[in-house]
């Protein structure tokens, strides 16, 4: 295939279901088989946070190695997701899945059996690896099992056990950690991993298109991989080194010098890593910018509802999941809904609505203050979960659907890494947001409750502590001052957050104007007389 064809001439090579044999090859069995696994990377993503503390105090690590425990794993799956959206497409995603499922659970089980944090640390990456291969991998599988009018269906289930099990990790994880140890957050994934790797050995089939790449984009790999690097590295690091720093914008502009070398490399060899044409659709651009700007604002602004909960409001990590259980419940509901709405309008008019609910919500949100009771909390939780459902899914369906079936899995993988990139971004922009709010009021406040001066040294400890809702009470101090402290510094925060969801709200509405450029899938629309399940 010349790589100057247009994706919108690409002849659709949508698989047509075969005569099945026992259970290989069953579209909701596959669904249930790739589910599983899924469910095990996304649990992972903020399970672990729960467990830090517990590692830090049992291996005696310092602050730097529990955040790599964290960003070892960001960074190691945000690089490799197109790359193994790639070898699915190469050697099949059935085989790329299974190899991430046993990949996945044998590092988890070494991260429980480690007694050192530098052996946790390498595990963790090693967990990132492997379940790069399983995220494009299950999209792949489920775009070439499922005929078209039943795809954003599989779809909606998919991404309700994604937002489940995300939002479901901190539950679990205190759970774990509170009654069992630490390492129970790791072995748990063994016998789903096994569970997996059963399922997927009986019920999943190979798939392949008859012109699936032959051959690999070495260079376009070390590019892109370094690309993400440069751009992901700095906005993990941004609070720690600063916005204005040398070191943060020479990052930022290596990724831009990188992603224009693999721009150009990507057009002129024969078969690239991701074939620039897939961008002449302006749906599936249009699809990856609206999940970058989603999750910008989704993760973002979720960073910072943690600290609310547990920091402000004073619960338990447990408390804190019970209370986003409205966010995961709508999820969990509107997640396969939003399929079937998908599939009967298209995804355009859904996308758009659920950004401008997602848009609501984050307006809710920023009012949210140290005294707002559960009640509304669940209101603007509940109708942030119903505003992302749709999203999530006709997304997906968006860059997924418009990418030829023999690229399926590096459209996987590029959905994914959208998702990384937005949250990344979100997370150190929103960041940003907060602490220059903080910086700001946070002076004046605490002149204006009649606490004693601070000295600057001082003043940057205390916006340090604020901008994660935690109150600087030195001990020893006298309960009336030590009540003052609490009041200004939860009040600080709650005006930082307030600014951080209202500019997440501003994202939320761009990425309701980039969702009028989206349609569905080329080939899906094609296909759509493809035989029923």
């Not at 009012?367 to 459902?389: E, I, K, Y």
Request: with cysteine.
């Amino acid at each position: 295939m010349s790589s100057q064809t247009p994706v919108a001439h690409v002849a659709p090579e949508l698989p047509v279901p075969e005569p099945r044999k026992g259970l290989r090859g069953h579209p909701w069995l596959t669904l249930f088989s790739v589910a599983i696994g899924v469910m095990m990377v996304a649990l992972d993503g903020t399970i672990v946070a729960i467990a830090n503390p517990a590692i830090k105090e049992d291996l005696h690590a310092s602050l730097a190695d529990v955040q790599w425990i964290t960003n070892g794993y960001m960074l190691a799956l945000a690089i490799s997701l197109i790359t193994a959206g790639k070898l699915g497409d190469r050697f099949g995603h059935r085989q790329t899945f299974l190899i991430g499922i046993v990949g996945f659970a044998a590092a988890s089980a070494a991260i429980g059996f480690s007694g050192e944090v530098a052996l946790v640390i390498v595990f963790r990456v090693l967990q990132g690896l492997f379940g790069a291969l399983l995220m494009p991998a299950a999209l792949g599988l489920l775009r070439a099992t499922f005929p078209a009018e039943k795809l954003n269906m599989a779809l909606g289930i998919w991404g309700m056990v994604i937002g489940a099990s995300t939002a479901g990790g901190p539950i679990v994880g205190g759970l774990l950690v509170e009654h069992v140890n630490w390492q129970s957050v790791f072995f748990i994934n063994v016998p789903v991993g096994v569970l997996a790797l059963a399922l997927g050995l009986v019920i999943l089939k190979d798939h392949r298109a008859q012109n699936a790449p032959r051959s690999f984009d070495i260079p376009g790999i070390a590019l892109l991989s370094g690309a993400m690097f440069c751009l992901i590295w700095p906005l993990i690091k941004a609070s720690e080194w600063g916005w204005g720093s040398m070191t943060t914008w020479g990052f930022l502009i290596g990724a831009v010098v990188l992603f224009v070398l693999f721009a150009v490399l990507e057009s002129r060899v024969r078969e690239p890593l991701i074939p620039l044409r897939m961008f002449r659709s302006v749906p599936l651009t249009a699809g990856t910018v609206l999940m970058v700007l989603m999750a910008f604002a989704f993760m973002g602004g979720l960073f910072f509802v943690t600290f609310y909960l547990q920091n402000v409001h004073g619960m338990s990590p447990v408390d804190s999941g019970l209370h986003l259980l409205p966010l995961t419940g709508m999820m969990i509901v509107g997640s396969p809904l939003a399929g079937a709405l998908i599939t009967k309008l298209g995804p355009r008019i859904p996308l758009v609505g659920g950004m401008v609910i997602t848009a609501v919500a984050m307006y809710g949100m920023s009012g949210l203050d140290a005294g707002t009771t559960t009640g509304p909390m669940s209101v603007w939780f509940a109708l942030l979960g119903l505003g992302l459902a749709p999203v999530m899914v006709g997304a997906t369906e968006v860059i997924v659907g418009n990418a030829p079936l023999e690229l399926s899995g590096v459209a996987g993988g590029l959905q994914q890494a959208a998702m990384q990139v937005g949250g990344s971004l979100g997370t150190a922009v929103l960041g940003a947001v907060m602490a220059s709010r903080v910086d700001r009021d946070l002076p004046g406040n605490w002149q204006g409750a009649g606490l004693p001066p601070l000295r600057p040294e001082q003043l940057s400890q205390a916006s340090d502590a604020v901008s994660a809702g935690f109150a600087p009470v030195p001990k020893g101090t006298p309960k009336p001052f030590a009540d003052k402290i609490i009041a200004v510094a939860h009040d600080t925060f709650v005006s930082g957050m307030g600014l951080a969801f209202t500019v997440a709200c501003g994202v939320a509405i761009l990425a309701a104007a980039v969702a009028l450029l989206t349609k569905r899938g080329a080939n899906a629309a094609a296909g759509a007389g493809v035989g029923h399940i």
